[in-house]
Structure formats: C-alpha cells, structure tokens
C-alpha cells in the first residue's frame, strides 16, 4: 500500500479553502480518496472584484498570509503536488493577473486562473458513482460567491456545463439583474428531458451547512419543500439573530439565504423533488485532475 499526498486550493469569490487529500494505492484494487484537511479563509475577494473592479491592498495582503500559511501547512503535510485555482473574483478583476503574480512571489503558491467552462470541467470531474443511478437525469448545482455552475448528467455521464454570474456575493451586493436569472431559467427548461426523472446534486458551503441544519443523515437528501420553509425562516431572522441564534459563521450568515434561492430556483425550474449533498465540489474535482494527470 503507497498512501500520497495531494493538495487543492480553491481561490472563490467568498472564501479561500485548503483540501488536503491522502491517495491510498493499493496493489490490484482501485485508488482511494481520503479527505485528510480541510481549511477555509473567509477573505471574500468578491466584494472587492465585483463592486471596485480590482483587489484591494488590504485583500491583497490577507491573500498573502492565507497563501504562506497554505504552503507552510502543505509542507508539514507532507503534499506531493498542489494546484491552486482562482475563479470569478480574480478572473474578474482588472488586476487579477497583477494579484498571482504577487502572491506567487510572497508565498511560491502558483496559482492559475480559470474560466468558468474549466471550472465547470474540474466540478464535473468529481466522483459521483456513490450518488449518481443511470436510470435518472441530474442537475449538478454549485453556488459560488460569484458564479454559479450547472452541469447535466444522463446515462451516468455528464453532458452539457454552463457557468453564470450568478453567486451569493453578488446577489448580496444586488449585483445579478432579472436578464441573468432568465438565462438561466431558459438554459435549465431547454435542457431537462421531460422523459426522465431528475433530482439536483448540490455543491458548496451553504449546501452543507443547510444539510448539517436539516439534521438528515449523510447521503440522505434534502427536499424542496424543507428547503424553501428554511429558506423563509432564515429569511425572516436579522442577519445579528442567525449567527447568534443559529451558531453560523459571519461570513456564512448573510450568504446562506441567496444561496438557497439558487438551489430552490433551480429546482423549481427543473421540477427536481430531491437536492442530494455528496459534499464534494471544485477541490475534489481538482484533486482528482491533479492525480490523474501525474
């Protein structure tokens, strides 16, 4: 048995996170993908990228530390090889590539900046065998600060991804005009099969979180009608009352709610019933083209 370390940084529009995997290679038997760490910096570079059009010096500084205490971390792991990825925030900000150059100058972390197609191919890549059942249609959902990612799976297999800006820092800062969630309504009606029955995979933070708050078991998913009255009951709470009251984090407590607008939209618009939360997401995914292509 060969245990390897792998690392993934996912550089979002709300947070910055950490994953460290362990790979366990066993002789005849198929590769295993552990979670081994998870880190999560509340640096929100969506604020900055989506109301000024640039990082700040302050973010930019907060983006630093948070990146030199990732390698320190990765080294005392003891990482076989990383891959940073940065999405909307940075891929959006006029200073974006300014900002990576930077950081790789302060920290040695490289860090790449993708579309929001590669993204969607990164997300896409994450194993579902556990979730997915190849007599149904899904919808893969995951809600980022400051896009959204939707991929169609059929057969098993994923078909089509399209990227919107549409994300949870964004909505906050009233950012997402009505043309922008047609485009959305529009893509998801024209590609669900009527024939087949579908149910939404959720990806991201608040999905978790809003699962971990239903109380239901792991792998047992979440339904659109419990959704939406937690929707409305976290809607009704002052934001001081749902970190208080709800034990939720800052930078969670107002997020949360455009974020189950999202899910209940898409839901609504896909007629899905069920919203699974396999807990996995842009990390995964990037762990897992970091294995496979070495």
């Not at 790789?104 to 997915?132: F, M, W």
Request: aromatic share 8%; charged share 30%.
């Amino acid at each position: 048995m060969v245990i390897r370390k792998f690392a993934a940084i996912d550089i979002g529009s709300n947070a910055v996170r950490l994953l460290i995997n362990n790979v366990i290679e066993h002789e005849d038997k198929p590769t295993v993908f552990k979670k081994s760490e998870l880190v999560r910096v509340p640096v929100r570079l969506g604020e900055d990228s989506f109301l000024r059009a640039e990082i700040s010096e302050n973010s930019l500084a907060r983006l630093i530390k948070t990146m030199q205490s990732f390698d320190l971390l990765m080294q005392v792991y003891g990482v076989e090889k990383y891959m940073a990825c940065a999405t909307s925030a940075l891929r959006e900000a006029k200073n974006g590539n300014e900002v990576v150059d930077k950081v790789e100058k302060a920290s040695g972390i490289k860090i790449e900046i993708i579309d929001g197609k590669r993204e969607a191919e990164i997300i896409a890549s994450t194993d579902l065998k556990d979730v997915i059942k190849n007599d149904r249609c899904y919808l893969y959902v995951d809600v980022g600060g400051g896009s959204t990612e939707f991929t169609f799976f059929e057969n098993g297999k994923p078909q089509i991804s399209k990227s919107f800006k549409i994300g949870t820092v964004r909505i906050l800062n009233d950012l997402v005009e009505d043309s922008v969630w047609d485009q959305v309504k529009e893509w998801i009606i024209r590609h669900v099969n009527p024939e087949s029955k579908i149910e939404i995979i959720g990806s991201g933070g608040n999905i978790n979180k809003l699962h971990k708050m239903s109380g239901r078991k792991v792998g047992q998913p979440l339904s659109y009608i419990w959704l939406n009255a937690q929707y409305h009951f976290l809607n009704s709470m002052d934001y001081e009352d749902r970190i208080s009251e709800l034990g939720l984090n800052q930078d969670r407590a107002d997020v949360i709610i455009p974020a189950s607008k999202i899910f209940l939209n898409a839901a609504r618009w896909s007629k899905a019933k069920k919203i699974h939360v396999p807990k996995i997401g842009l990390a995964d995914g990037m762990i897992k083209t970091l294995y496979y292509k070495n």
